[in-house]
């Protein structure tokens, strides 16, 4: 069954894996409310204080522990035997935590935030397990960890004096971001190349209808009148120089050259105009129309085939041979 009410902090697990930072909170809640002095010894504290420090520990104790320190009802005796049982975590986690002190490098993150994260998590650990570590011993982890290319870098750090590693974190960090800052302008665009300037294409559409209609090309209003809708789209919209509706009036939109064979006027041939829509006059359509099937008719055609070389034979000829009369001669 799980807590009747909601935890201050994580309960300690059955393993013991997380004792150091659960007695560390649970001095702190207890001092909070006035009950710190019932895990100490020869304490001269009222029972109802002792109750609530009891309560309050075994709220905060995995389910497996509760069953197992059933029988104790002193505060002061079950912070003592959870003490000696967990105690030894500090040994554990202490050749863990050096370890990783020692070999922890600056150039082996990659944002400054990750590594000064990582510096706080393994001197906590130190701290907890009874290891003193100065602002002097972060100043020279971190000064002798950079990365061999900023090796520059790192003197010039080093001779500002630092007093506090928040000091020198606090410089890294904006010298990180304005790097970063920096390197973005320097991709946006090739060297000594101008800024694109903005570009937007606005379709003019038109249509008819009657009534309300149902399209964004439709009329509103009684009776039969146009409706026009303004469309503004981007420089990379995919349907631009096409047709925005099937209620089309013929007028090409402006986003579509006048020049495109695809509205080419079957009937006249201008390219301004759909046939639908067009008004030349019936004279001049005659007359391109006897021109296109002119045109097909003298089309010239040439076969060539691909035949194997004539042989000729060896034969002796003659002049007479070429003449049909020879008394002509």
Request: glycine share 6%; aromatic share 8%.
């Amino acid at each position: 069954m799980s807590n009747l009410s909601k935890l201050e902090f994580t309960a300690l697990d059955i393993s013991g894996n997380n004792y150091l930072p659960w007695t560390l909170d649970a001095k702190i809640h207890l001092t909070a409310n006035n009950l710190g002095e019932t895990i100490i010894d020869g304490n001269q504290t009222s029972p109802q204080d002792k109750a609530k420090a009891m309560i309050f520990l075994r709220h905060h104790l995995h389910e497996d522990l509760k069953r197992e320190y059933l029988t104790v009802e002193d505060p002061l005796e079950l912070w003592t035997n959870i003490k000696e049982r967990f105690d030894h975590q500090k040994l554990v986690l202490l050749p863990k935590a050096r370890y990783e002190w020692l070999h922890l490098r600056l150039q082996d993150f990659k944002t400054v935030s990750e590594y000064n994260s990582a510096l706080f998590r393994i001197t906590s650990e130190l701290k907890l397990c009874g290891e003193k570590i100065t602002d002097e011993d972060m100043l020279e982890k971190t000064f002798s960890t950079f990365h061999a290319s900023n090796m520059l870098l790192s003197q010039q750090y080093r001779e500002r004096q630092f007093t506090k590693y928040s000091e020198l974190i606090s410089c890294l960090l904006v010298a990180e971001q304005n790097n970063k800052l920096l390197l973005q302008n320097h991709q946006s665009r090739p060297a000594g190349a101008s800024p694109f300037p903005e570009a937007n294409v606005a379709n003019y559409q038109s249509g008819r209808g009657r009534g309300r209609g149902r399209g964004p090309s439709r009329g509103r209003g009684r009776g039969r009148g146009r409706g026009y809708t303004w469309h503004r789209e981007s420089q990379n919209t995919k349907n631009i120089g096409g047709e925005s509706s099937r209620h089309n009036t013929g007028r090409p939109s402006k986003g579509k050259s006048s020049g495109n064979q695809g509205n080419v006027c079957y009937r006249c041939g201008m390219s301004n105009h759909w046939s639908r829509t067009c008004r030349t006059p019936k004279h001049l359509v005659e007359a391109y129309q006897r021109m296109m099937k002119e045109k097909g008719k003298n089309v010239e055609t040439n076969l060539i085939e691909d035949a194997p070389p004539a042989v000729i034979p060896d034969i002796h000829l003659d002049a007479c041979d070429f003449i049909e009369n020879a008394r002509d001669v």
